[in-house]
């Protein structure tokens, strides 16, 4: 499937909000004005309704790309990754985030293009109702999270709100499925990360028991391990194998 940026979906959803014809012939600096005032229509009210409503989803936006992507595993596992280094704040946080969040968008896109075809264009182009893009919008990220989770997280939360056995995976709420697929991936991230600390923990043995041996108790082992850790590192070329095994991952 070809893959699209994420700025697609960003750009419908705006498109979604004041119209496609509007949003052409707005001028590049528009005026806003801000109105207090009774409503003599119900459709007034439910506009501002709606506007309220997307207002509050975007302010939600990033807690949504947490909970709903592959971006819990990938930013896990890089944090286990730098502890296991013993590097500390290399790489920095701001390099974690942004990597995480890149591989998330490379990731993800093929679920979100999907999204875009399947739901805001049809729905901009007027071929389908609200509700309608709406269930197609979610579909393809209920199929990654269904991919994602294992059947006995999601059968916890379905146990825990008491709700009947879903037959099918349109029974099973959405509101279900995503802490079942958080906990999934928190396990899926701390499974890598054990193997990802099993060798480098060799090494720390390693210098830690010569240091013992030379009398050296004094010397901290992590400042003669770190050089041999990020030797090996570089060695076998970590980012690429770390970075494939993640992306293979969530095939």
């Known amino acids: 499937m070809k893959r699209r940026n994420i700025f697609i979906m960003a750009g419908g959803l705006i498109l979604l909000l004041l119209g496609a014809q509007e949003a052409l012939a707005a001028p590049l600096i528009p005026s806003v004005n801000v109105d207090i005032g009774s409503s003599g229509k119900p459709q007034d009210v439910a506009v501002t309704l709606q506007v309220m409503a997307l207002l509050t989803i975007l302010s939600l936006a990033p807690g949504i790309l ?18 296991a280094l013993s590097t ?16 998330t968008f490379y990731i993800m896109s093929p679920y979100w293009s999907q999204a875009n075809e399947n739901g805001i264009q049809p729905y901009m182009a007027g071929q389908i109702t609200q509700e309608q893009a709406l269930k197609n919008v979610v579909e393809p990220i209920r199929e990654f999270m ?12 379905v146990n825990l709100a008491d709700d009947e056995r879903p037959e099918t995976q349109e029974d099973v709420s959405t509101f279900t499925l995503i802490p079942a697929f ?12 054990f193997m990802i600390y099993v060798p480098f923990i060799v090494i720390d043995m390693i210098v830690a028991s010569t240091l013992m041996s030379m009398g050296m108790m004094m010397l901290p082992p992590v400042m003669i391990s770190l050089p041999f850790k990020i030797l090996l590192f570089v060695m076998v070329d970590g980012w690429h194998l770390l970075i494939k095994s993640l992306i293979v991952s969530f095939k």
């Open 88 to 103: 500390q704040n290399v790489p920095p946080n701001q390099v974690v985030i942004a990597l995480s969040l890149f591989l």
């Open 182 to 193: 958080v906990i999934s991936e928190l396990k899926t991230a701390f499974q890598i990360g």
């Open 146 to 157: 269904f991919k994602q989770t294992r059947e006995s997280d999601l059968a916890l939360f």
């Open 66 to 83: 947490i909970m709903t992507t592959s971006f819990v595993r990938i930013v896990v596992v890089i944090g286990f990754l730098r502890n």
